[in-house]
């Protein structure tokens, strides 16, 4: 389920973008794409439909075994030219007529793998007929789709899925033996971010093109267009209206830059993610836009901060900009939040509850509402309390972060020793920002003494440490930006709170 946007959609960050169009360039994409889209469409559905068997010729008649290695023979000489021909003229009947080409691919032996940024969309795969047909890595659900399971296969690509952990650590060993097999296997293709942004930055690179410790090539892909409709993100403009506008143009510039090739230093071969991390930089000096820390976890933007995950939607203030449309004022939610800690602390029921009684809880008619607060936290139909009101406390101020975080603590310390595990540490942490952590080490090693991890030394280090103080200032406080009133930008209700312009609440802190 897809978030109210109420507070972050209108914040800039790298999984955002919205076609922009003037009127008149409106009114030009409904005409010209009335008469190009269709006719594009079916010449490119038509160019597919003639792939589909030849991908399939390429390894009919071939045991498990033999798939397993790199094809040749007339398999190769025959069937490769033609697939690429054809994935070239498809493109152009998508309105790629000319795609310009800046430096030189670099053979196998050069660089085992080429890795291109930014990743704009599915009309990425542009790159492919430049690159010879590169092998990519593909989730291996794609490969059940209707024409572009037989290309992947023909491409003899690493299949992975996201949801098996046993098969992400087989992709992992296929590709590192692909990568260091000294030429056996073809030359291999990756986009290293992993998921589709709006290009005003690069983010984190993923490090799995870096494992091997090989030499790569940097690839910049551009699309110098004064309609920049080639691009779909996590959210706005949708891919049907990448697809609609992009083929109603008459025709769509691309750029393809092949970089000189990286070779990794010793101490990179020996850290894939300092490698990543140096080639990030290097691409997006390039490019002339940031590199960030920003990734994709769990399908959910987040930025990386000394090891801690981010939401870049605030589940918590999208928790209270819906309170706030339901009609609940600041005294509703604080009373809300009052019920729902008594309900933790007691022992009784547990922390955990269904949507429907979270609607009991915070006072909501709504069960929809509830149901949505309830996706914000969670994948299935219950929700943990404890992540609602620690999130919600933090950022809506009711009390000081001190206080809250010795809530927190007692929440987590289940044995009343004192001390939390790393464990404990990580889901503390998962609690007050909303949202799972997982790599809480760095954390633990600055807060535990001798393995123990106090409550003191843990509010010394989420307050004074550069990094975690950061984090609090910027994740577990109140925005002090506040919205529009009718006097003078602000709405202040009776407590002395504002709204903000995104229609979140913003509550001022108190002891």
Same mark, same amino acid.
């Given at each position: ?25 409106? !009114? ?31 390894? +009919? ?9 790199? !094809? ?26 000319? !795609? ?14 080429? /890795? ?6 599915? %009309? ?12 990519? $890595?593909?989730?291996?659900e794609n490969t059940s789709l209707p024409v572009v399971g037989a290309l992947l296969e023909f491409n003899q690509s690493v299949m992975v899925s996201r949801k098996d952990p046993e098969s992400r650590r087989k992709a992992v060993a296929e590709l590192t033996e692909r990568l260091t097999s000294g030429g056996y296997w073809p030359q291999m293709l990756m986009f290293p971010e992993g998921t589709t942004t709006n290009g005003s930055s690069?983010? *984190?690179? *993923? ?20 309609? =920049? ?5 996590? *959210? ?19 750029? /393809? ?5 990286y070779t990794p230093s010793e101490e990179e071969k020996k850290d894939p993610n300092l490698y990543a991390d140096n080639v990030q930089k290097l691409m997006a000096k390039a490019l002339g836009v940031p590199s960030t820390d920003y990734v994709m976890e769990g399908r959910v933007p987040v930025n990386k901060v000394g090891g801690l995950s981010l939401p870049i939607d605030s589940p918590a203030r999208d928790t209270l900009s819906l %309170? ?7 005294? =509703?939610?604080? +009373? ?11 022992? +009784? ?27 914000? #936290?969670?994948?299935?139909?219950? /929700? ?28 987590? =310390? ?10 404990? %540490? ?17 954390? #633990?090693?600055? $807060? ?8 003191? &030394? ?9 990094? #975690?103080?950061?984090?609090? *200032?910027? #994740? ?15 709405? $202040? &209700? ?10 979140? !609440? &913003? ?5």
């Amino acid at each position: 389920m897809e978030r109210d946007d109420c507070h972050s959609a209108t914040r800039t960050h790298p999984f955002f973008h919205e076609l922009k169009m003037t009127r008149t360039q409106r !009114i030009r994409g409904i005409i010209l794409g009335s008469v190009l889209f269709p006719l594009r469409i079916t010449l490119t559905a038509l160019i597919f439909l003639m792939m589909w068997p030849l991908a399939r010729l390429r390894s +009919a008649g071939l045991s498990a075994e033999e798939c397993s290695r790199p !094809i040749t023979g007339w398999r190769r000489w025959l069937l490769h030219p033609i697939i690429k021909f054809l994935s070239r003229s498809a493109f152009f009947c998508l309105g790629f007529m000319w !795609i310009k080409v800046k430096g030189r691919c670099a053979d196998l032996k050069e660089a085992p793998v080429l /890795v291109v940024a930014p990743h704009s969309s599915f %009309l990425d795969m542009v790159v492919l007929p430049q690159t010879e047909l590169a092998t990519v $890595v593909s989730r291996s659900e794609n490969t059940s789709l209707p024409v572009v399971g037989a290309l992947l296969e023909f491409n003899q690509s690493v299949m992975v899925s996201r949801k098996d952990p046993e098969s992400r650590r087989k992709a992992v060993a296929e590709l590192t033996e692909r990568l260091t097999s000294g030429g056996y296997w073809p030359q291999m293709l990756m986009f290293p971010e992993g998921t589709t942004t709006n290009g005003s930055s690069l983010i *984190k690179f *993923k490090p799995g093109a870096f494992l091997a410790g090989v030499p790569v090539q940097p690839v910049l892909l551009r699309y110098p267009n004064k309609l =920049d409709s080639v691009r779909w993100t996590y *959210k706005g403009t949708s891919w049907v209206e990448t697809l609609w506008y992009t083929a109603s143009q008459f025709y769509t510039n691309s750029t /393809v830059e092949f970089m000189p090739v990286y070779t990794p230093s010793e101490e990179e071969k020996k850290d894939p993610n300092l490698y990543a991390d140096n080639v990030q930089k290097l691409m997006a000096k390039a490019l002339g836009v940031p590199s960030t820390d920003y990734v994709m976890e769990g399908r959910v933007p987040v930025n990386k901060v000394g090891g801690l995950s981010l939401p870049i939607d605030s589940p918590a203030r999208d928790t209270l900009s819906l %309170l706030h449309q339901s009609g609940l004022e600041a005294h =509703d939610v604080e +009373a809300a939040l009052v019920r729902m800690i008594d309900r933790c602390q007691s022992g +009784a029921q547990g922390s955990k509850c269904s949507s429907e009684e979270l609607a009991s809880i915070l006072g909501l008619t709504d069960a929809q509402t509830a149901g949505n607060i309830c996706s914000f #936290y969670s994948k299935d139909e219950s /929700v943990d309390l404890r992540q609602i009101y620690l999130s919600v406390s933090a950022v809506s101020g009711f009390v000081s972060f001190s206080t809250l975080l010795h809530t927190a603590f007692t929440l987590f =310390d289940a044995e009343g020793s004192g001390s939390l595990s790393a464990e404990q %540490l990580s889901g503390l942490m998962g609690a007050l920002l909303g949202f799972p952590q997982h790599r809480t080490a760095d954390l #633990y090693s600055q $807060v535990s003494d001798e393995g123990q991890l106090t409550e003191e &030394n843990l509010l010394r280090v989420l307050t004074s440490h550069p990094t #975690y103080q950061k984090v609090v *200032k910027e #994740y577990l406080q109140p925005e002090e930006e506040a919205g529009s009133q009718l006097a003078n930008g602000k709405a $202040v &209700n009776n407590n002395g709170n504002t709204l903000n312009g995104h229609g979140s !609440i &913003n509550y001022k802190k108190f002891e």
